[in-house]
């Protein structure tokens, strides 16, 4: 909610004391998502990569759609690439239309258009 109103710093620090046990998708979302909108991608980004990395709670749906609008914005293919092999272990991407698509426009946005391109002539 801090995050939604541009107090960045006040949401980060709700969310440092939130115990660890305690986190939950919802709440990392939150603090993805705020950082996010309020132009704090990069920051976003490790946020997603420490909750990857502490294993405790799966990123679900939205947090894959908001990192991949994430990665579209930043622009960069080795961040993409990345993202989306990430992706592809947590949901099964073949199904999602809404996936889908923010893959083909990260890829599109990082400059790998072929890649965008397999991914667009895949889906039906």
């Known amino acids: 909610m801090h ?8 949401a980060i620090k709700v969310f440092d004391d939130i115990p660890n046990k305690h986190r939950d998708v919802a709440s990392w979302n939150i603090l993805i998502s705020g ?3 309020n132009g704090q991608t990069e920051r ?11 294993g405790r709670v799966k990123p679900g749906r939205v947090t894959i759609i908001s990192m ?3 990665s579209a914005e ?13 992706s592809a272990f947590i949901v099964l991407l073949s199904n999602d239309i809404v996936i889908l698509t923010a893959l083909i426009d990260m890829h599109a946005r990082s400059g790998n258009l072929e890649l ?9």
């Open 3 to 10: 995050a939604a109103f541009k107090d960045v710093g006040i």
């Open 35 to 37: 950082l996010s909108s």
């Open 44 to 54: 976003a980004l490790r946020i997603f990569k420490d909750m990857i990395s502490l």
């Open 68 to 70: 991949l609008k994430l």
């Open 74 to 86: 930043l622009g960069r293919t080795e961040t993409s690439k990345w993202l989306h092999k990430v």
């Open 116 to 124: 965008a391109r397999k991914i667009f002539d895949g889906v039906e």
